[in-house]
């Protein structure tokens, strides 16, 4: 997988848009919330679990593929390298949690309409 193909799957989910709000650094967004960090396209950051205990599972499974985020890593957050031993499929379904996460976090009128 690609980083364009992973940027194409975020911005297919209702409400996704992508921002940039640090000089060459792609997130994508829902309502006012990042729900993953694509940086130089090599991984994504995704919400990975309610808190770093969960999130270590991911590494656990990939140590050479999955580190936690920076700055943000106690809250649940990784980064999931791409082409190495994670399976695309994985990678999928780690951004549509992260996504559902997020919107489930999110304020009633932040959160996009049901498709």
């Known amino acids: 997988m ?5 940027l194409d799957h ?6 996704a848009w992508r921002d940039e709000p640090w ?8 309502g ?3 729900f993953a960090f694509l ?7 995704v919400k990975c679990g309610r808190n770093r205990d969960e999130a270590d599972e ?6 050479d593929d999955a580190s936690p985020s920076r700055y943000i890593g106690r ?10 031993a994670i399976p695309d499929d994985e990678l999928l379904e780690a951004v549509d949690a992260s996504y559902d996460a997020v919107v489930a976090a999110l ?5 996009p309409a049901a498709p």
Do not use: Q
């Open 2 to 6: 690609t980083g364009a193909e992973l």
């Open 107 to 111: 304020p009633r009128k932040d959160r």
């Open 32 to 34: 006012p919330k990042i």
């Open 75 to 84: 809250y649940g957050w990784n980064v999931l390298r791409l082409g190495g």
């Open 23 to 30: 000089d060459g650094d792609t997130v994508v967004k829902v």
């Open 39 to 45: 940086g130089s396209g090599d991984g994504v950051g």
């Open 58 to 63: 991911w590494l656990h499974r990939f140590p």
């Open 10 to 15: 975020c911005l297919a989910k209702p409400g």
